[in-house]
């Protein structure tokens, strides 16, 4: 069983930056694929990004060069640096752990003002 545990979220005026935590307990982190996800009302939930256990990462075309995904096996965690934020970021922010099924965290909200 994998438990995550998503931190960081908050509310930043345009332009500024967050960086999400996610910490993941059981299992084995290093092989797992991890994710960020993201959701607004009404909508689907979206792909921010991903990074392979190898550290193959992939972006969403909208936040390509302003987001950064990244891990720490030994701190068993996934992080999310989030810069040059924009009103059209504000969200709930999901962690996803793949290791032979999907496991979601609770998410985390982040709001950008204009």
């Known amino acids: 069983q994998v438990q995550l545990v998503e931190s960081g979220g908050g509310s930043v005026q345009a332009g500024g930056s967050l960086r999400l935590s996610c910490a993941a307990s059981g299992g084995f982190f290093s092989t797992y694929v991890m994710g960020w996800y993201r959701q607004t009302p009404g909508k689907e939930r979206e792909m921010v990004a991903t990074?392979?256990?190898?550290?193959?990462?992939k972006y969403a075309d909208s936040v390509k060069g302003r987001f950064t995904i990244s891990r720490d096996n030994v701190k068993r965690t996934v992080y999310l640096q989030m810069n040059s934020l924009k009103p059209e970021d504000t969200a709930v922010y999901y962690c996803?752990?793949?290791?032979?099924?999907?496991?979601w965290g609770k998410g985390t909200l982040v709001t950008v003002s204009s």
């Open positions: 990074m392979s256990s190898g550290g193959r990462t």
């Open positions: 996803k752990a793949f290791w032979g099924m999907d496991y």
